[in-house]
């Protein structure tokens, strides 16, 4: 059983229980599940994820106007909850919470992530939070929410602001042309065969990015992000290919430029396709054009926001 399903089924079993009779008054001031760090809150985890941080807890996520003592009483609770679930041992959480589970004030939880206590994001936020981040507040399920407060907090951060899309976007793009369709020849024309594989993983990393920004998704912490890549609607389908740029041998590269050289070829046909997509979603109405840094100055002029459309173009690159 994954960890989120486990999670879910503990809180049906007791979770649900103890907050309906006990906490009826202050219902409306708070909310249940599981979301924030580690990869049972994606659904990645498997048995190797059991080595550590692995239970049956979930969290209960709070507002600031319960006051002290209602906090204190929900830790309580929480601790009074059975030990041991489906064979699965609970760690033992201090009063004052978790970072990861426990009784937490959702307004720590997002000062944590994203450095303000409130959705309400500068433009500044927008454009320069790491996406991993904004993926932890998003990520995982909630199981109880009778207000629906926080359930409509959650999806408020998932709706990225356009101008921020489209200059992250564009900043990615730019990357993507710099290292892989400028940088990468360059460094096998001075032999710099090293070089060369540090700069198809440049490329590597700005295009998912890139991927996860024309699907409107929050590209989630590095380990996981081929993972979450095939699984997206749109260039899910570049995650083999990218994966064999990271995974070719040194050897394979001859260390001249080479039309034939395979790392060469791999890299052309996934910005074909980044330039296809793009072209079809919409976001730009150059047709046929490959060369990601005219797409990315595009892009980057079509920013609404005139503030935003003024700064560097590398500004809220990732």
Known sequence: ????????????????????????????????????????????????????????????????????????????????????????????????????????????????????????????????LPSNSLAECVNGELFYDPSGRFTKARAALRDMPDYAVRKRLAGSLALCFQA???????????????????????????????????????????KWCFRALRGLNVLGDTAACLEEILCLPPESSSGKVDDADPCRALIDECCRKMSSVLFETGIVRSKGETDLDVLAREIDRSIEREDVRNLHILFAAS
């Open 180 to 222: 892989g369709q400028y940088n990468y020849d360059r460094c096998l024309a001075h032999s710099e065969t090293g070089a060369a594989r540090l700069a198809a993983f440049e490329f590597v990393k700005s295009y998912i990015a890139a991927a996860f920004l024309v699907n409107r998704a929050y590209a989630p912490y590095y």
């Open 1 to 128: 059983m994954k960890g989120l399903e486990l999670s879910r089924a503990y809180f049906e079993a007791y979770g649900r229980a103890m907050l309906e009779r006990d906490f009826n008054d202050i219902s409306g001031e708070l909310c249940a599940g599981l979301f924030g760090s580690g990869s049972e809150c994606f659904g990645y985890d498997s048995d190797v994820s059991r080595d550590h941080d692995f239970d049956c807890s979930f969290c209960i996520f709070v507002s600031d106007d319960v006051d002290s003592k209602r906090f204190f009483d929900l830790e309580r609770g929480y601790l009074k909850l059975p030990r041991e679930f489906m064979g699965v041992r609970r760690e033992l959480l201090v009063p004052g919470g978790s970072k990861r589970r426990g009784v937490i004030r959702f307004s720590e939880f997002l000062l944590d992530k994203l450095g303000s206590p409130t959705v309400e994001l500068t433009p500044e936020q927008w454009l320069l």
